[in-house]
């Protein structure tokens, strides 16, 4: 079968973008220091765009511009300057989500592919194909559209016309994302990518004659949190997604961990090679949803992608992540005639700990540190110190890449 979706996967950092490409992805977005949704993300310097551009490249990936806040005045003075840099560096698009950003973009690099962004709104085929004709090469519909709708904005638009939607991570209570809570009560512009989140917060009532007499909402005594979505997977569900004419499959989570990226990246091109594979017969593997669960995340749900969502599609009763996993260590070379891998911590771990390491493009397995040693060889029950380096015992070959994940305490 041809036409392949693209697996879209999230970069917040140059580690992050080397490890999205390792574990799969196709392409990967990413924010410079300015103009980007995600300020809470560590994002990219030039040099850093540079470098990501020509990691990517060098493995025949793309690299996209996330430039997609809404501007104000000012925020339009250095941006013809960023343009023409990114462009100069060689990046494949640049994502955008007004008009004004638009076109100058089409002045400053006429020959720079441009994404239209989920936060524009686009929820129909008049969108869509205006947008096309106007320049753009492709448009990411709103989270808030079902296969039925964006079937029928597939069969009304430009063949060339490309889709993207989102298929994994977090959900926004706001239309397209497009929020006013946070910049309302905290003076910090959702849109411009300093969202507190204040749809995870708890909530009380108080009744306009009663000032300052709380009541609360509850569904428990830990209370109840109106705004509080569920988090997006459709790894189940790669058929339906490709019959409506998605051109790529786009993961959320710049702020998120290298663990995150790897394993979420990792189960979606293991689905989508098994379907392209045996499409009569696809059905995914257990362990691919197990990895999606070893990940922070919240509830899983459908999204509005079957119908639209009713109250089980929110959480109530927590406004934290599940996180039965955490990162322990990266690997950062092995020896196989010994079978030592260099381990650079990430959190804690002990001798005689089991964990469980992933690498790229293989499922994951579990192992004893029974033997561990400092950099210098010298024996350690513990490793307590962030980015120390850690020698411990695999039997098994580890790839360039691989993850040390333990289960919470």
């Not at 041809?2 to 990967?28: C, F, H, M, Q």
């Not at 250095?78 to 638009?102: C, H, N, Y």
């Not at 009560?185 to 009663?210: F, I, Q, V």
């Not at 005639?337 to 001798?351: D, H, P």
Request: a negative charge.
């Amino acid at each position: 079968m041809n036409n392949k979706p693209e697996l879209l996967a999230p970069a917040g950092s140059l580690a992050k973008l080397k490890y999205a490409i390792e574990y799969g992805a196709d392409a990967v977005y990413i924010g410079g220091e300015a103009f980007s949704l995600r300020v809470a993300a560590k994002n990219f310097s030039n040099e850093e765009i540079r470098e990501g551009i020509k990691y990517a490249h060098d493995r025949g990936k793309k690299v996209y511009i996330t430039a997609n806040i809404i501007p104000h005045n000012n925020d339009l003075k250095e941006f013809p300057d960023f343009v023409r840099e990114v462009d100069k560096m060689g990046a494949d698009a640049i994502i955008v989500s007004d008009l004004g950003t638009f076109s100058i973009v089409k002045d400053v690099a006429p020959t720079l592919d441009i994404h239209i962004s989920t936060q524009a709104n686009n929820t129909n085929y008049m969108s869509a194909k205006m947008w096309y004709k106007l320049g753009a090469k492709r448009v990411v519909l709103a989270r808030d559209l079902s296969f039925k709708e964006i079937e029928e904005i597939r069969d009304n638009i430009f063949p060339e016309n490309e889709l993207e939607c989102f298929v994994h991570g977090a959900m926004c209570v706001s239309y397209s994302g497009r929020c006013l809570l946070s910049n309302y009560l905290t003076h910090r512009d959702a849109n411009k990518g300093a969202c507190s989140h204040p749809c995870r917060w708890k909530y009380y009532l108080m009744e306009e004659k009663r000032p300052g007499e709380y009541m609360p909402v509850f569904e428990n005594d830990r209370g109840t949190f109106l705004y509080n979505s569920k988090d997006l997977c459709m790894v189940g569900h790669i058929p339906d997604l490709i019959k409506a004419g998605i051109t790529s499959f786009k993961i959320e989570g710049r702020v998120k961990n290298e663990l995150y990226v790897a394993t979420v990246v990792g189960a979606y091109r293991r689905a989508i090679d098994a379907y392209y594979a045996d499409p009569d017969n696809f059905k995914v593997s257990d362990d691919i949803y197990e990895e999606l669960e070893k990940v922070s995340h919240r509830e899983y749900t459908t999204g509005f992608y079957y119908n639209k969502p009713n109250e089980n599609n929110q959480l109530y009763t927590s406004n934290t992540y599940i996180q039965d996993y955490t990162i322990a260590a990266v690997v950062t070379g092995y020896d196989s005639k010994t079978g030592i891998a260099t381990l650079e911590q990430r959190n804690r771990f002990f001798k005689g700990d089991e964990l469980e390491l992933i690498s790229p493009h293989k499922k994951s397995f579990s192992f004893t540190a029974d033997y561990m040693t400092d950099e210098n060889g010298n024996d350690i029950d513990v490793a307590p110190h962030p980015q120390m380096k850690v020698m411990v015992k695999i039997d098994t070959d580890v790839a360039p890449f691989a993850i040390i994940r333990k289960k919470a305490d």
